[in-house]
Nanobody, 119 residues
């Protein structure tokens, strides 16, 4: 059974950086599109970034130029490098493996990791 485990969250000051990791179990990791979402208190879960062979890397407008999504298929891991963090980036960040090679339908979800940006 596929499982995703996020790590790397924490408390950081505005302007700081964090790198989130999402380790996947199971087989065939490299063929699936992967993504990061986030959910702030009282708000809906929103898409942050996706990565796939078919569509490349895509970002929400709110994080373009600050966040970078990447993957290491040999390690079954996807990363989210977050730079120039702002208080509005505070949220629980979730990793997802989409059901196919394009980022259309999220399938498996991780448990989430908290990111807090505060002075």
């Amino acid at each position: 059974q596929e499982q995703l485990v996020e790590s790397g969250g924490g408390l950081v000051q505005p302007g700081g950086s964090l790198r989130l990791s999402c380790a996947a179990s199971g087989r065939g990791f490299g063929i699936y599109a992967m993504g990061w979402y986030r959910q702030a208190p009282g708000k809906q879960r929103e898409l942050v970034a996706t990565i796939s062979i078919r569509t490349g890397r895509n970002y929400a407008d709110s994080v373009k130029g600050r966040f970078i999504i990447s993957r290491d298929n040999a390690k079954n891991t996807v990363y989210l490098q977050m730079n120039s963090l702002k208080p509005e980036d505070t949220a629980v960040y979730y990793c997802t493996r989409y059901s196919g090679s394009e980022p259309i339908t999220p399938g498996v979800w991780g448990q989430g990791t908290q990111v807090t940006v505060s002075s």
